[in-house]
């Protein structure tokens, strides 16, 4: 049992990593990489439960009974993953997006594409009213992609602000959090406080993202346990609209960043022939080709392996 455990959690240490290589991605999301690995559910219930009630547990019977509750072994595996690699992925990450940026947002457009489907195969049921979730979903994802970059100043207080905001985003699958951090036009310096190891910016960030990170997951978690059609439905719509952010063939937009640049999901959206005639440069539909459907078919294998891995469990 013991040798079953750690097994696990090396995994859910894997996923973690997965979804913080995501969560540095202005235009993809962790949660996504969370709920195609089947460990979305349990995810929200483990944050949920970190509250009022485990502090009285943890002062009425010590920190192991608290530590059960909370799920503390899957969140440590989980966060440690995450953090892994957002200390060790970020400069690559972004290197292959100055280097290779058409190639990479096929990637994770194939990867967001595919993801749709175990969201939209779990939904239960489907009404009008799921359909309207599921509409109105897609819809605030379109409208969060048509909103411009601001500026604010990075100080103390706008970082706590930007970490709660983008953790929000974060555990949405479909809405990323760096592309949050993009429009509101913090992104650069929390990305130079990581590579800089700047502790008392990440320490403010890092504040408000477990603020935020608490009071959101109670939310998703109870719309997920009560309302679960329209919640999926809803998850899916946004993850559908997200499309339109990580399409890979873009031009600059209002002003918006250059061909090439990291803020390739700030930019409009164009064809791979209208791309290669409009920038000289080539398109790579061959290349954005073969790594959308890689993407995809390694979604499916996932989830194909995820259900085979729940069915095993069930029968035991």
Same mark, same amino acid.
């Given at each position: &049992?013991?040798?079953?455990?750690?097994?696990?959690?090396?995994?859910?240490?894997?996923?973690? &990593?997965?979804?913080?290589?995501?969560?540095?991605?202005?235009?993809?999301?962790?949660?996504?990489?969370?709920?195609?690995?089947?460990?979305?559910?349990?995810?929200?219930?483990?944050?949920?439960?970190?509250?009022?009630?485990?502090?009285?547990?943890?002062?009425?019977?010590?920190?192991?009974?608290?530590?059960?509750? $909370?799920?503390?072994? =899957?969140?440590?595996?989980?966060?440690?993953?995450?953090?892994?690699?957002?200390?060790?992925?970020?400069?690559?990450?972004?290197?292959?997006?100055? +280097?290779?940026?058409?190639?990479?947002?096929?990637?994770?457009?194939?990867?967001?594409?595919?993801?749709?489907?175990? $969201?939209?195969?779990?939904?239960?049921?489907?009404?009008?009213?799921?359909?309207?979730?599921?509409?109105?979903?897609?819809?605030?994802?379109?409208?969060?992609?048509?909103?411009?970059?601001?500026?604010?100043?990075?100080?103390?207080?706008?970082?706590?602000?930007?970490?709660?905001?983008?953790?929000?985003?974060?555990?949405?699958?479909?809405?990323?959090?760096?592309?949050?951090?993009?429009?509101?036009? $913090?992104?650069?310096?929390?990305?130079?406080?990581?590579?800089?190891?700047?502790?008392? *910016?990440?320490?403010?960030?890092?504040?408000?993202?477990?603020?935020?990170? &608490?009071? =959101?997951?109670?939310?998703?978690?109870?719309? &997920?346990?009560?309302?679960?059609?329209?919640?999926?439905?809803?998850?899916?719509?946004?993850?559908?609209?997200?499309?339109?952010?990580?399409?890979?063939?873009?031009?600059?937009?209002?002003?918006?960043? +250059?061909?090439?640049?990291?803020?390739?999901?700030?930019?409009?959206?164009?064809?791979?022939?209208?791309?290669?005639?409009?920038?000289?440069? *080539?398109?790579?539909?061959?290349?954005?080709?073969?790594?959308?459907?890689?993407?995809?078919?390694?979604?499916?294998?996932?989830?194909?392996?995820?259900?085979?891995?729940?069915?095993?469990?069930?029968?035991?």
């Amino acid at each position: &049992m013991k040798s079953i455990l750690q097994s696990r959690y090396w995994g859910v240490m894997a996923r973690g &990593m997965a979804m913080g290589a995501a969560d540095v991605v202005p235009g993809v999301s962790g949660g996504t990489i969370a709920f195609i690995t089947g460990i979305y559910q349990e995810l929200l219930d483990s944050l949920s439960s970190i509250g009022p009630h485990s502090l009285k547990l943890l002062a009425r019977h010590g920190p192991l009974v608290a530590w059960r509750v $909370i799920n503390g072994n =899957f969140l440590l595996a989980l966060f440690g993953g995450i953090l892994i690699s957002v200390f060790s992925l970020a400069r690559l990450i972004g290197s292959l997006l100055q +280097s290779y940026p058409i190639v990479v947002w096929a990637f994770f457009f194939g990867l967001v594409l595919a993801s749709a489907v175990p $969201i939209l195969r779990r939904v239960p049921r489907w009404s009008p009213l799921v359909l309207a979730c599921f509409a109105a979903g897609a819809l605030v994802a379109v409208a969060v992609s048509e909103l411009r970059p601001a500026q604010i100043e990075a100080t103390r207080i706008t970082l706590f602000l930007s970490g709660a905001l983008a953790i929000c985003a974060m555990i949405l699958p479909g809405i990323s959090g760096a592309f949050i951090l993009l429009l509101i036009g $913090i992104y650069p310096r929390v990305l130079a406080s990581v590579h800089e190891l700047q502790l008392l *910016n990440l320490t403010c960030f890092a504040a408000g993202a477990a603020t935020g990170l &608490m009071l =959101f997951s109670r939310l998703l978690s109870w719309l &997920m346990h009560r309302y679960l059609a329209s919640t999926l439905a809803f998850l899916a719509g946004i993850l559908l609209g997200s499309l339109k952010i990580i399409w890979p063939w873009k031009l600059p937009a209002h002003g918006v960043g +250059s061909v090439g640049d990291k803020l390739v999901p700030l930019m409009s959206n164009t064809s791979p022939a209208t791309f290669a005639v409009r920038t000289g440069e *080539n398109a790579y539909l061959g290349a954005a080709l073969v790594a959308a459907f890689t993407a995809m078919a390694l979604v499916l294998l996932v989830e194909y392996f995820g259900n085979r891995h729940e069915g095993g469990s069930n029968s035991c």
